[in-house]
């Protein structure tokens, strides 16, 4: 089986929710000593605010190249048999998994430091953004990491994944540039982020 067959890459539309289960059989095999996993779930509060929901939007295409990009880094850095993505967009309610990652390896130190990178780098440049919903307001939250992945690069541009990492392979340089939302303010840009249903496996 080649890299890009071990490799599944999902971005689900409005109100469909993540069956981890379906992931976790994906990466299963009967080589793979470890599996790691990471579901990011919708807490109930933030910062003492009830949050209500979490919303989410992608430039899925750009995302898929990207988690794409993001897996083949991981697979220079560690031995991995098989990776899976997930990630809703729409309205995701509180106690409903919003992301979701499986590794699969021989061995669980590489199966355990990949899904940390993975979710890591997700979250600093693959282009997703969440609005937290609250009882009394809604706000767009901007991830830590991708917070300090741009005070890193400071003003550079970066191009989306077609770099690799370079120096140290757990370093925090991206593999897909800078996680930047543009509105141009017109409809369709908005229509064209949400409710777009993606599947990608190779």
Request: aromatic content about 6%.
């Amino acid at each position: 089986m080649s890299e890009a067959e071990k490799t599944l890459v999902e971005i689900l539309e409005d109100n469909i929710p993540i069956d981890i289960a379906k992931y976790i059989n994906y990466v299963s095999a009967p080589q793979a000593g470890a599996i790691a996993t990471f579901s990011g779930t919708t807490r109930d509060t933030f910062e003492g605010k009830t949050v209500v929901e979490l919303r989410y939007e992608a430039y899925v295409p750009m995302a898929i190249r990207c988690l794409k990009s993001i897996s083949s880094s991981a697979r220079l850095s560690w031995n991995l048999h098989s990776i899976a993505f997930a990630h809703r967009l729409g309205p995701v309610p509180v106690g409903e998994t919003s992301v979701f990652v499986a590794v699969s390896a021989v061995h669980r130190a590489d199966a355990l430091d990949a899904c940390k990178f993975l979710i890591d780098e997700l979250k600093a440049s693959v282009p997703i953004w969440k609005k937290e919903v609250y009882d009394n307001g809604e706000v767009w939250k901007e991830n830590s990491e991708f917070t300090e992945r741009r005070l890193e690069l400071g003003k550079k541009d970066g191009a989306c994944c077609g770099r690799k990492i370079e120096g140290d392979s757990h370093s925090r340089k991206g593999c897909c540039g800078a996680k930047v939302k543009v509105d141009d303010g017109s409809e369709d840009s908005s229509s064209n982020n949400v409710g777009i249903t993606v599947t990608q496996t190779d």
